[in-house]
């Protein structure tokens, strides 16, 4: 069964790096999106994206967030320079247009931010 | 603004019976989508279930059934014998509008633990 993977797994990284979080959505998906999971805390939308572009973000998503889809398959979320507070899971999600309410999650990746 | 509101922290359930989770939702958009996603303590997501706001009848998926109260705005989540695998963070979710490229809004999710 086709699935939404996700790597690393886990990354940490110091306050005030770059970090890049991948993903590899359904291969005949056409949106994609970020979500994220501070710990014991609910999922949270960041971005949705399509056709090349971003069609619509959070506040959460502000300027030190970015998203790519470098090549046919990958599917990136990149934050500039890292906070303490952007210590969370980081879910990735892609869905096709039929069924056009599945969407399929990945593993997430652990960001943690020391 | 649409809202998805869980009060239920967490459920207890022996094995083998039937456990009914809550969920209510507020939107003002007449079309809507609700999900109930399933997250082990492994972490991933796992969708379980979906109901359209114009589906007439409730959804059922094997074990899983959704109890669609639309004048009452709730979607509560009705796991049927209950198995000791059914144990994990269960979260409600809304989408609102139409057309295939949505957000989903998230409740805070309710933990089940399944007793044997």
């Known amino acids: 069964e086709p699935e939404v993977t996700q790597t690393p797994s886990h990354q940490v990284t110091q306050m005030g790096q770059e970090v890049i979080l991948r993903c590899v959505p359904i291969?005949?998906?056409?949106?994609f999106y970020w979500y994220r999971q501070i710990l014991g805390q609910k999922v949270e939308f960041l971005v949705s994206?399509?056709?090349?572009?971003?069609?619509?973000k959070s506040e959460i998503f502000d300027d030190q967030f970015s998203v790519e889809r470098p090549d046919g398959s990958n599917f990136t979320l990149k934050i500039r320079s890292t906070k303490l507070e952007d210590s969370a899971m980081y879910f990735c999600?892609?869905?096709?247009?039929?069924?056009?309410?599945?969407?399929?999650f990945g593993p997430g990746t652990r960001l943690t931010v020391t | 603004a649409q809202k998805i509101t869980q009060t239920q922290p967490g459920m207890f359930v022996q094995e083998k019976e039937a456990v009914t989770l809550d969920c209510t939702y507020d939107?003002?958009?007449?079309?809507?989508?609700l999900f109930w996603y399933k997250q082990p303590s492994s972490g991933e997501m796992i969708f379980l279930i979906y109901q359209g706001s114009y589906d007439q009848q409730n959804a059922t998926e094997g074990r899983y059934s959704l109890n669609f109260q639309k004048a009452r705005k709730s979607a509560n989540l009705v796991i049927s014998a209950s198995q000791l695998g059914d144990s994990a963070m269960y979260f409600c979710?809304?989408?609102?509008?139409?057309?295939?490229?949505?957000?989903?809004?998230f409740g805070k999710g309710t933990l089940l633990t399944v007793n044997p």
């Open positions: 999600a892609s869905s096709s247009v039929i069924p056009y309410y599945e969407q399929y």
């Open positions: 994206f399509y056709n090349n572009e971003i069609s619509e």
């Open positions: 939107t003002s958009d007449p079309s809507y989508g």
């Open positions: 291969s005949n998906h056409l949106y």
């Open positions: 979710a809304m989408r609102v509008g139409g057309g295939s490229n949505y957000k989903l809004t």
